[in-house]
């Protein structure tokens, strides 16, 4: 199992609590081995993970797109470029 670029705490990356946790890949879907691989992943209580306001429940869009962004920012800043993200999830998710 691969470790997450963006946070070293199991706990919940949006509020902080420790337990219970889920393990949540950011760009889910057909992108879900590839989060695996390079730890593009974060920890989240029930609620940010599936609750309504969670990244996979009804109003959850903007958190989601949260994640998206700051998991590319911080790909970029561990010394990557914008196009090597691209390549591997096959969008961009920052504006410039
Ligand atoms: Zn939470
Ligand atoms: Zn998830």
């Given at each position: 199992?691969?470790?997450s670029?963006l ?16 393990e949540h ?24 993970h599936?609750?309504?306001i969670?990244v ?5 869009h ?27 999830i ?7």
């Amino acid at each position: 199992m691969s470790k997450s670029i963006l946070q070293d705490k199991k706990e919940c990356y949006i509020c902080g609590l420790y337990y219970p946790v889920e393990e949540h890949h950011i760009y889910f879907g057909p992108n879900r081995n590839i989060s695996e691989k390079q730890g593009f992943k974060v920890w989240l209580c029930s609620e940010h993970h599936r609750g309504t306001i969670g990244v996979h429940g009804k109003y959850g869009h903007a958190l989601d797109t949260r994640l998206k962004q700051e998991c590319q920012k911080k790909y970029i800043n561990i010394g990557h470029t914008k196009e090597e993200f691209i390549k591997l999830i096959g969008k961009n998710y920052l504006d410039n």
